[in-house]
């Protein structure tokens, strides 16, 4: 199956610091979504990425869709505690040409921001 | 801002019991879809539904899972005789069906004593 490989698996850095984080696949996705998930929590929808190239911001964070369709980045600038938790890629796989299929989940970078 | 709920937050079980985990989908998403997340490991995908059907599941969605969507509102996921191993977060993420952003709930912490 589509596996999605995600570094680094977690950072340790001081507040006010910048960050980047990426993912690769082996399969090209047609579109990339980065999660944050904080403990105890569901995922939630940071940025989503649809056209390869594509360099979308939210905030302090910008996310870019790899040319090859094959990678992704997330960038987090200026981090503030409040930054900590543990961040997923993720890629929609449409089987068979089916729309909206499952998502497949990188294995999460752990972010800690030390104040 | 819609979001998607979940009860109960913690269920506690003992082995071979049934359990019902319960989703309130965001108003107008058409797609609804289960994730399990054992502690400390990645999102894992168990089941897709759409149209009041199964549109695509995984290996561990066996016999003993089931979906339904009894009254257009809740979406469940029944776990007929539970096992140790089934210990882990539960979430449901719903869809719009215009992109393919999906909204987690806050998730089912569920224990298999």
């Known amino acids: 199956g589509q596996q999605l490989n995600q570094s680094p698996q977690s950072m340790f850095i001081q507040e006010g610091e910048d960050v980047s984080m990426n993912c690769t696949s082996s399969s090209i996705f047609n579109t990339w979504l980065w999660y944050k998930q904080d403990p105890g929590e569901g995922p939630v929808l940071l940025i989503a990425?649809?056209?390869?190239?594509e360099l979308t911001s939210n905030g302090r964070l910008t996310a870019q869709f790899g040319i090859t369709r094959k990678d992704s980045f997330l960038n987090i600038s200026a981090s503030i505690p409040s930054d900590v938790g543990i961040y997923f890629c993720?890629?929609?796989?449409?089987?068979?040409?089916?729309?909206?299929?499952?998502?497949?989940f990188g294995q999460g970078t752990i972010l800690t921001v030390h104040p | 801002e819609p979001e998607v709920t979940q009860t109960p937050s913690h269920q506690v079980t003992q082995m071979g019991q049934e359990v019902i985990l319960r989703c309130v989908p965001i108003?107008?998403?058409?797609?609804f879809y289960w994730y399990r997340q054992i502690l400390g490991q990645k999102v894992e995908f168990l089941v897709s539904?759409?149209?009041?059907?199964?549109?695509?599941k995984s290996e561990i969605f066996d016999d003993q899972f089931s979906v339904e969507r009894p009254d257009g509102s809740n979406f469940t996921l029944k776990i007929r005789s539970t096992k140790l191993e089934d210990s882990a977060m539960y979430f449901c993420a719903t869809l719009a069906g215009v992109t393919d952003e999906q909204f987690f709930g806050p998730g089912t912490r569920l224990t298999v004593l």
């Open positions: 990425l649809y056209k390869a190239g």
């Open positions: 993720a890629g929609p796989f449409n089987a068979g040409g089916t729309s909206y299929g499952k998502l497949t």
């Open positions: 108003s107008n998403h058409l797609y």
């Open positions: 539904f759409y149209n009041n059907e199964i549109s695509e």
